[in-house]
């Protein structure tokens, strides 16, 4: 059975950073490209950022490029999204989801959730 | 302002039939499957069609998928008390290279 389990969630202060970690369980980790989804208080969903399985080539949106890095531990079957110089706008509750054959969302974690706030 | 436009509110009664559009681009929906989430507040989103038509295996076929041009549409059979949720449609954009969604449609069963 796949299982995402996402954590590393909480509150931060704008302009810090926090980092997302997502385990992996169920499936050939190493393999699969996953991605970063984020749902901001009474908004829809967002697709974050994504990152292959076989060369770890990496996609941001642009609200985020250059503040968050995608990154992968297949020898800890771990996912991580580093979040750096944090925003109000941030807030979100955080899914770490898994791609089948180039198709993303065939599983989702439970999510963490986010909040920057002074 | 999301890149695929969805309706942002649709309902039915039980045993009704209803569908979801999402409208997209030559960039997005025009050369790339489309995928459709169901999400119930507080869950993890969950899968219902991949690849325009595909159902995941435990899926219920009331739930159908179909493509034309730049715009998709799900379809819901036989609607149901439990299919109360927000829907929202996604794809990858070779312009922005990012996957993009709806802004998503609250179903509503009366």
């Known amino acids: 059975e796949v299982r995402l389990v996402e954590s590393g969630g909480g509150l931060v202060q704008p302009g810090g950073s926090l980092r997302l970690s997502c385990a992996a369980s169920g499936f050939t980790f190493s393999t699969c490209a996953m991605a970063w989804v984020r749902q901001a208080p009474g908004k829809g969903l967002e697709w974050v950022s994504g990152i292959s399985g076989r060369d770890g080539k990496t996609y941001y949106t642009d609200s985020v490029n250059g503040r968050f890095t995608i990154s992968r531990d297949d020898s800890q079957n771990t996912l991580y999204l580093q979040m750096n110089s944090l925003k109000a706008e941030d807030t979100a509750v955080y899914y770490c989801a898994k791609y089948e054959d180039g198709s993303m969302g065939h599983n989702w974690g439970q999510g963490t959730l986010v909040t920057v706030s002074s | 302002q999301s890149v695929l436009t969805q309706p942002p509110s649709a309902s039915g009664t039980p045993g009704q039939r209803v569908t979801i559009s999402c409208s997209g681009s030559?960039?997005?929906?025009?050369?790339?499957?489309v995928n459709w989430y169901q999400h119930l507040p507080g869950m993890a989103p969950k899968l219902l069609i991949h690849s325009n038509i595909q159902r995941p295996s435990g899926v219920p076929d009331r739930f159908s998928g179909s493509k034309s041009g730049t715009s998709a549409s799900l379809a819901i059979s036989g609607l149901q008390s439990e299919d109360e949720a927000d829907y929202y449609c996604?794809?990858?954009?070779?312009?922005?290279?990012?996957?993009?969604f709806g802004g998503g449609t609250k179903l509503t069963v009366l």
């Open positions: 030559r960039f997005n929906i025009g050369i790339n499957s």
């Open positions: 996604a794809t990858w954009d070779a312009s922005l290279k990012n996957w993009v």
